[in-house]
């Protein structure tokens, strides 16, 4: 049995986007046989289209974080991106991952994970309309467009963001001031800390916005299905299957830029259906405003609370849960050293109380984190 724990500062292309389990030794060579696949679908069309229809790009960070402890980690992504055929784009991309900031030892710190592959087709139609299917990042939440360290303005991830990958099938269009998004993926949204990886199954997944002005953006989006694993079925009442306890995610989110400000922030409510208990609730939201000085340097902020319900196996009894108050706000400055390279620093500081007889726990913790963004093409480009 495999855990996971929420990630509340790492980092994680912009697409329809927590924890993810270790690949297998054989991932690898999977790895290179998709990635080769999709490489030789592109090449498919002409070679003298090819070098405007091809992306071969990477980003690498790395971060060093002291809290209670000093904590490093490295991360290189790369990825193939490019036109299959007419209105047909497809991607793949793998991370490589070293060493760990997590205050959990459940998850291996030293993993290769696939974690996008996917195609895409843009309808030709008056209205836009994009299919979307594959392993991509979460297809509703706020957040998912910004988990990049470069797009990032901080080094953490709001708590309600479970870094994973679902494999999905997702349909998003806008037609004037209004943008929705459908999608069946085949896992939840977020994940319990003290439960296993949720197994697969199929979750529907609802998003809605509107645009009133240039600038400044109103969303919501639900999602439903089971959020407990195979594992978990020697506990579940006989009689019954562990596919029949959902949870219920309903959210919200914003999005405000006017001149050098950016806000971004979001809300989630979770319900969650318990074996022979009565049901859970949780929520979580945070604010994240940005302020833009010069092309090169910028500050951002995030305060964030978290009284997200956290849901136990039966320990000699019955199912239990844990209700946490968390206060976290983390704040900092970037510099774009140039276009692709861009470094940050950060100082967090979080409050949390689990029971009300006790006293508030308190950290502190400060990060800096280098990240550079390129492309492998350029590399064999002769000079012009």
């Known amino acids: 049995m ?32 998709v990635a080769a696949l999709v490489w030789g ?9 090819g070098e405007d229809r091809i992306l071969l790009q990477g980003h690498a960070d790395g971060t060093v974080w002291d809290e209670t402890e000093t904590t490093t980690k490295g991360q290189l992504r ?131 916005g509107v645009t009133p002005f240039t600038g400044f953006r109103l969303g919501a989006y639900a999602t439903w299905g089971p959020y407990l694993s195979s594992d978990t079925q020697q506990y579940v009442p006989s009689g019954y299957r ?12 914003l999005q405000f830029s006017r001149g050098h400000f950016e806000l971004n922030g979001e809300m989630t409510r979770s319900l969650f259906e318990m074996p022979e208990e009565p049901q859970e609730r949780g ?27 956290s849901v136990w196996l039966p320990d000699y009894g019955s199912w239990y849960v844990t209700d946490e108050n968390i206060w976290d706000v983390e704040t900092g400055a970037g510099f774009r050293i140039d276009p692709r390279t861009l470094v940050k620093g950060s100082y967090r500081f979080r409050r949390s109380t689990e029971y009300p007889s006790y006293g508030p726990e308190t950290d502190h913790g400060v990060a800096l984190q280098l990240s550079w963004s390129f492309d492998v093409k350029s590399w064999f480009e002769r000079p012009q």
């Open 78 to 208: 790369l990825w193939v991106a490019g036109q299959i055929a007419p209105g047909l784009q497809g991607m793949v991309l793998g991370r490589f991952e070293n060493g760990g900031i997590d205050e959990y030892s459940y998850v291996d710190p030293d993993h290769t994970e696939l974690e996008q592959a996917w195609v895409r087709y843009s309808f030709p139609v008056s209205v836009r309309l994009v299919a979307q299917a594959g392993k991509m990042p979460q297809p509703i939440g706020a957040f998912s467009r910004r988990y990049l360290a470069s797009q990032n303005p901080l080094i953490g991830a709001p708590a309600n963001y479970d870094i994973d990958y679902p494999y999905a099938v997702a349909l998003a269009g806008r037609a004037g001031h209004v943008d929705f998004t459908a999608a069946v993926m085949d896992r939840p949204l977020g994940h319990q800390i003290w439960l296993p990886e949720p197994s697969s199954a199929p979750r529907p997944a609802l998003a809605a």
């Open 2 to 33: 495999r855990y996971a724990r929420l990630r509340s500062h790492t980092t994680p292309p912009e697409g329809f986007p927590p924890l993810t389990s270790a690949a297998s030794p054989r991932f690898f060579p999977r790895l290179m046989a």
């Open 283 to 309: 929520v979580v939201w945070y604010l994240e405003p940005k302020y833009t000085w010069s092309p090169r340097w910028f500050t951002a902020m995030r305060i964030l609370n978290n009284k997200q319900t």
């Open 242 to 253: 562990w596919r029949e306890y959902t949870q219920h995610v309903l959210g919200f989110d």
């Open 41 to 49: 679908c592109l090449m498919v069309q002409p070679a003298a289209a």
